[in-house]
């Protein structure tokens, strides 16, 4: 059974920083993606970042570019989301995605959600 479990959320103050981890079970993802989505209260789930398994390539939201940097270990399986200068409307719960691929915005074939994780930032 797959199971992507995300953690590291929290409460934090405007402008603070906090990172995400997602341990990945019952899979390996090393040669496939891995990605964050957010999804803030009353909206959609949104696109955050995304590491690509091949040549290890970055992708990221405008909203969060240049504050938020996503890294993966693939011996641990796991996939990180540094957040810094974080702002009021970063708030959201926070999801890990594994599979894949994605490509150009678009998560083809069989991918894996995690739970989620609260983020909620103060001002």
């Known amino acids: 059974q797959v199971q992507l479990v995300e953690s590291g959320g929290g409460l934090v103050q405007a402008g603070g920083s906090l990172r995400l981890s997602c341990a990945a079970s019952g899979r390996t993802f090393s040669m496939e993606d891995m990605g964050w989505f957010r999804q803030a209260p009353g909206k959609e789930r949104e696109f955050v970042a995304v590491m690509k398994s091949s040549g290890g390539s970055t992708y990221y939201a405008d909203s969060v570019k240049g504050r938020f940097t996503i890294s993966r270990d693939n011996a641990e399986n796991t996939v990180y989301l540094q957040m810094n200068s974080l702002k009021v409307e970063d708030t959201a719960v926070y999801y890990c995605?594994?599979?894949?691929?994605?490509?150009?915005?678009?998560?083809?074939?069989?991918?894996?959600w995690g739970k989620g994780t609260l983020v909620t930032v103060s001002s």
């Open positions: 995605r594994a599979g894949g691929p994605w490509r150009s915005g678009i998560w083809y074939g069989v991918s894996y």
